[in-house]
């Protein structure tokens, strides 16, 4: 009787029922079963995940550990959500209630109750809860689409569609989406936010974009705000991060007091307060540094600190730097690099901060090892990478002719000294020769045994994991597409070989005694130079010290090596002076215009006037340095230096241009002009207007050769050429732009044409300029299509058809052209093997820029995260447009707008994700159900009589679930 009444009442409570008593059991089961395991494995593993997370300090901290599942790059956090995510799905399954209650009374109240969408009074909770296990899980994608359905589908309770759109944001931000999580953000007002979860989630939610978007300054008041009412090491990363925001903005004592409180509480890790004690040193503002540095000097003899004595003496170098102590300075961040350990990034840190040093002190040579070991040690998204890396390589260039000028000065110093001096100075130089090759020895040998010990000790565990960091290397592809894989092995090559210029024959010391025509030895040669038999008991005593001389000569062990190198005579003496001048010259050079130093281009420049006054580069100069006055806006500088040219070389071409009194003017335009002539010339080449084309290069060819936006201009003219089936000069522009700028955005196209012309390809000709850079549609709003019945569009989702990736923005404030150019470069940059193409479109005001090629969805989701990995920012009122290449083509052709497909989206999405939380498999497990599920009652069945009454909505978060965010 009692199992027959339980029965009863069970199938009076069915899913298939909807009455206050179905209602309350339904919420009581999913509440306390299935939902029950599943929020306990979610705080589980959130607690595992907090505690074990080991932030990367050397960047920017993720505002939540969850963020790192983004990139594969960051250090990973722990645990798994699956569990989490299977039990809402299972209890959305069994516990959701569809069928609406009978009709009673018809009042709004009621019609509002019988509005639903799901009448189970807890499920939203289930919903919620599977979209944060889903971001804990990195499924970022899928977690926006969940807290999207469950804030369309919970619309009577607040709180709920609160939560879900902050988590929806959140969910974006992770994938670097700004734009979509700008968007969800906007919706939720402050008068909203009923409760300190509510406030908290929407402080982190800001704050996070905030930092993402760079907007320190905004950033500052949420990230308070949040750290303030966090907990655990959640509360300490918060801190960590406000205090490198303040450095961001440049407030060093709110960044300190920051930092400090990112160090404090008893349950703070020993890492995580070894790093902001380091920070601290970073930002520090007072008065004597003597406290700060005897404090960091003590962490020294702690036998925990031994691997961190990189961080330490780098923390102390900051502290005398910021004193403008440079050479207690650079004596620790000296210290920093050789007490390294890791060979990570915080000797990079170290090295790049002491190259920076020598680099601003212009001693290229010191500074050039410090860049070249560094970079390979840094990831693409550390800030300023792209600088750093192009100073790195200027360096190498820097660094010959800085080097070549050290030497010869050196030379001729030893050229006026006595014989008896010249001897004493080259042998402290063999001597110290020996001192580092005796320390390299033994370095290499306590490396070898250690390494000997390692493995013995790898045998003994039976570790077969691999060692190496590029055998933990997950990612297959070619070596030269890897970049970790690239970094790793440059760096292994600086620590063996040092810092070597790409060159033939760089392993010989002494390059000048070895020639790529160098003969091979032959019988005749066998016998020695001059024909000296090798039997050196054949020889005279006068051969045998003449030999042992030549020996001597070509040892650098030996002293005779470096006095055969000093210059004697006249001719010697005027080489040197020669390498010295090129060297100054050449150094100025690539300083003005590889780098925009225009101080240290300056420094080089009057170096060689003061001390060749006579030079040969001396017109050079002279322009060069009118040059850099006119780009500084400092026309007396200008005016002195255009006056030098107009006496001492009036017939040159440079003294001809001046003469003209405007040339100033001229000259501060010229980038202005440069670019309206290219806006022209390229207007030209889509009318079609070749002979235009051709005629504008010319201009820019004979008025500005040195402009920086030539290659683009050659570029379009060859393609011009090949409409004009003229395939010979076509050929003879491309290897012309090759041969004279070898590094161009177009390098790699053209290269790839010119290649294929000279296997026998032939190009397509003879087609319009306008089809060959894809723009074959130009449509007005006039010539749009209207849809006058208001039936809504036949939009289809299909995942695995073409897609595209639309920029929409006003054309009244953002430049077209520049637009395109951007993203152009972007993916020339980004993608080796993928090509993109781009096709701009126009509609009023409204300006679109296409972006084509990806196959399905999942290639356009791959391209959204590299730009967001790679940090490449639209401009302001740029907006991107997922959409299907069948969706777009409808909305041409139907003159449908955004709106309308944005609508269908979203009810797409929605649909989506509650289809496939229902149909998601569940496994049948042993306790977990009470309450086996009725089958579907006969239709016309009688409801119990009452009426229906609204649930009251349950806390958006148990006290639990805040922990996630404290």
């Known amino acids: 009787m009692l199992a027959a009444a339980i029965t009863a009442g069970a199938v009076s409570c069915g899913t298939n029922r909807n009455t206050p008593a179905s209602r309350n059991w339904q919420a009581f089961t999913t509440r306390y079963n299935v939902y029950y395991n599943g929020k306990t494995n979610y705080d589980e593993q959130l607690k595992e995940m907090l505690a074990n997370y080991e932030d990367d300090y050397s960047q920017r901290v993720l505002i939540h550990p969850a963020e790192a599942r983004n990139d594969k790059k960051a250090p990973q956090p722990t645990g798994s959500f699956k569990r989490t995510i299977e039990k809402m799905q299972k209890s959305i399954q069994l516990h959701s209630i569809k069928k609406k209650p009978p009709k009673k009374k018809g009042t709004p109240k009621e019609k509002a109750f019988r509005a639903r969408d799901e009448f189970n009074p807890f499920l939203h909770n289930s919903w919620i809860t599977m979209g944060k296990g889903q971001y804990m899980d990195g499924d970022f994608l899928g977690a926006a689409s969940t807290f999207l359905y469950t804030s369309k589908h919970f619309?009577?309770?607040?709180?709920?569609?609160?939560?879900?759109?902050?988590?929806?944001?959140?969910?974006?931000?992770?994938?670097?989406?700004?734009?979509?999580?700008?968007?969800?953000?906007?919706?939720?007002?402050?008068?909203?936010?009923?409760?300190?979860?509510?406030?908290?989630?929407?402080?982190?939610?800001?704050?996070?974009?905030?930092?993402?978007?760079?907007?320190?300054?905004?950033?500052?008041?949420?990230?308070?705000?949040?750290?303030?009412h966090a907990k655990g090491s959640q509360k300490n990363r918060l801190w960590f991060l406000l205090g490198q925001t303040y450095t961001q903005l440049g407030k060093k004592k709110e960044a300190y007091n920051a930092f400090k409180k990112a160090g404090a509480g008893a349950s703070t890790n020993y890492r995580t307060k070894f790093n902001a004690r380091i920070k601290q040193s970073e930002v520090f503002q007072g008065t004597n540094i003597k406290g700060e540095v005897r404090s960091l000097k003590t962490m020294t003899r702690y036998a925990r600190n031994a691997e961190f004595l990189d961080q330490i003496y780098y923390a102390i170098g900051n502290l005398y730097l910021s004193r403008k102590d440079t050479a207690e300075a650079v004596k620790n961040y000296c210290l920093a690099v050789e007490k390294s350990t890791r060979n990570g990034i915080d000797k990079a840190l170290a090295q790049l901060t002491l190259g920076g040093i020598y680099f601003k002190q212009g001693d290229y040579v010191k500074a050039q090892p410090c860049y070249s070991e560094?970079?390979?040690?840094?990831?693409?998204?550390?800030?300023?990478?792209?600088?750093?890396?192009?100073?790195?390589?200027?360096?190498?260039?820097?660094?010959?002719?800085?080097?070549?000028?050290?030497?010869?000065?050196?030379?001729?110093?030893?050229?006026?000294?006595?014989?008896?001096?010249?001897?004493?100075?080259?042998?402290?130089?063999?001597?110290?020769l020996k001192e580092r090759e005796r320390k390299a020895a033994e370095d290499a040998a306590r490396e070898e045994y250690l390494a000997q010990n390692q493995g013995v000790d790898d045998n003994i565990k039976r570790n077969d994991a691999p060692t190496t960091g590029i055998m933990n290397n997950t990612d297959k592809s070619w070596y030269f597409y890897n970049t970790m894989t690239k970094n790793q092995g440059k760096t292994e090559f600086v620590r063996r070989w040092g810092a070597r210029k790409n060159e033939d024959d760089w392993r010989r010391r002494n390059k000048t005694t070895y020639s790529l025509d160098e003969p091979e030895e032959t019988e005749e040669d066998s016998e020695g130079s001059e024909g000296l038999p090798n039997d050196t008991t054949a020889m005279t005593d006068d051969q045998k010290k003449e030999k042992a001389a030549q020996e001597a000569a070509s040892d650098p062990h030996n002293v005779e090596y470096y006095l055969a190198q000093i210059p004697k005579t006249p001719e010697e003496i005027k080489v040197c002076n020669d390498v010295i001048q090129e060297g100054l010259y050449n150094m100025g050079l690539i300083l003005k215009d590889k780098l925009d130093d225009f101080p240290a281009s300056r420094r080089e420049f009057?170096?060689?006037?003061?001390?060749?006054?006579?030079?040969?580069?001396?017109?050079?100069?002279?322009?060069?340095?009118?040059?850099?006055?006119?780009?500084?806006?400092?026309?007396?500088?200008?005016?002195?230096?255009?006056?030098?040219?107009?006496?001492?070389?009036?017939?040159?071409?440079?003294?001809?241009?001046?003469?003209?009194?405007?040339?100033?003017?001229?000259?501060?335009?010229?980038?202005?002009?440069?670019?309206?002539?290219?806006?022209?010339?390229?207007?030209?080449?889509?009318?079609?207007?070749?002979?235009?084309?051709?005629?504008?290069?010319?201009?820019?060819?004979?008025?500005?050769?040195?402009?920086?936006?030539?290659?683009?201009?050659?570029?379009?003219?060859?393609?011009?050429?090949?409409?004009?089936?003229?395939?010979?000069?076509?050929?003879?522009?491309?290897?012309?732009?090759?041969?004279?700028?070898?590094?161009?955005?177009?390098?790699?196209?053209?290269?790839?044409?010119?290649?294929?012309?000279?296997?026998?390809?032939?190009?397509?000709?003879?087609?319009?300029?306008?089809?060959?850079?894809?723009?074959?549609?130009?449509?007005?709003?006039?010539s749009v299509g209207t849809n006058p019945d208001g039936t809504p569009a036949n939009f289809e989702r299909d995942p695995n058809s073409p897609q595209y990736l639309v920029l929409a923005f006003p054309k009244d404030s953002v430049n077209a052209n520049q637009l395109l150019y951007d993203v152009a470069r972007f993916n020339f940059s980004s993608f080796v093997v993928r090509d993109f193409d781009l096709e701009p479109m126009s509609f009023g005001n409204v300006g679109l820029l296409i972006i084509k090629g990806f196959g399905n969805v999942k290639q356009l989701e791959h391209y959204r995260n590299v730009m967001a990995e790679k940090h490449f920012e639209l401009p302001d009122g740029v907006r991107p447009i997922m959409i299907s290449k069948p969706n777009f083509e409808l909305l041409l052709r139907e003159g449908r707008s955004f709106e309308e497909y944005f609508r269908?989206?979203?009810?797409?999405?929605?649909?989506?994700?509650?289809?496939?939380?229902?149909?998601?498999?569940?496994?049948?497990?042993?306790?977990?159900?009470?309450?086996?599920?009725?089958?579907?009652?006969?239709?016309?069945?009688?409801?119990?009589?009452?009426?229906?009454?609204?649930?009251?909505?349950?806390?958006?978060?148990?006290?639990?679930?805040?922990?996630?965010?404290?």
Request: net charge negative.
């Open 155 to 228: 619309t009577w309770l607040p709180n709920t569609v609160t939560e879900a759109q902050l988590w929806m944001a959140l969910s974006y931000l992770a994938m670097g989406w700004d734009y979509e999580a700008e968007n969800a953000l906007h919706p939720v007002k402050e008068k909203s936010l009923t409760n300190g979860y509510l406030k908290n989630l929407y402080n982190l939610a800001w704050a996070d974009y905030y930092v993402h978007t760079r907007q320190w300054e905004k950033a500052v008041e949420p990230l308070q705000y949040a750290a303030r």
């Open 374 to 432: 560094a970079i390979p040690q840094l990831p693409e998204t550390y800030p300023d990478y792209k600088m750093l890396k192009k100073r790195s390589d200027v360096l190498d260039e820097l660094a010959t002719y800085a080097g070549n000028v050290h030497l010869q000065d050196s030379l001729l110093t030893l050229s006026k000294m006595t014989p008896e001096e010249q001897r004493k100075v080259c042998q402290k130089i063999v001597d110290e």
């Open 606 to 782: 009057n170096k060689l006037l003061e001390r060749y006054p006579d030079n040969i580069y001396r017109l050079d100069v002279y322009y060069n340095m009118y040059l850099m006055a006119v780009r500084t806006g400092d026309k007396a500088q200008a005016e002195k230096w255009r006056a030098l040219i107009l006496s001492d070389f009036p017939d040159s071409p440079y003294g001809q241009a001046m003469l003209d009194p405007n040339y100033f003017d001229n000259l501060r335009r010229m980038n202005q002009v440069q670019e309206e002539k290219y806006q022209n010339a390229y207007d030209a080449y889509l009318q079609n207007a070749n002979s235009r084309v051709h005629e504008l290069t010319g201009e820019m060819e004979r008025d500005f050769p040195l402009s920086k936006i030539l290659p683009k201009f050659v570029f379009i003219d060859a393609l011009s050429y090949l409409t004009e089936d003229n395939v010979p000069k076509f050929k003879e522009r491309l290897e012309y732009l090759l041969e004279k700028w070898p590094d161009t955005d177009m390098t790699s196209m053209a290269g790839s044409i010119v290649k294929g012309l000279r296997q026998g390809r032939r190009p397509n000709k003879g087609m319009s300029n306008q089809r060959g850079m894809l723009w074959t549609m130009r449509l007005s709003n006039d």
């Open 904 to 966: 269908y989206e979203e009810e797409k999405t929605v649909a989506e994700t509650e289809d496939a939380a229902l149909k998601a498999p569940v496994a049948d497990e042993e306790g977990e159900e009470s309450v086996e599920q009725p089958a579907e009652e006969a239709a016309g069945e009688e409801e119990p009589e009452g009426e229906p009454v609204e649930g009251e909505e349950e806390p958006a978060e148990e006290p639990a679930q805040t922990e996630e965010i404290q």
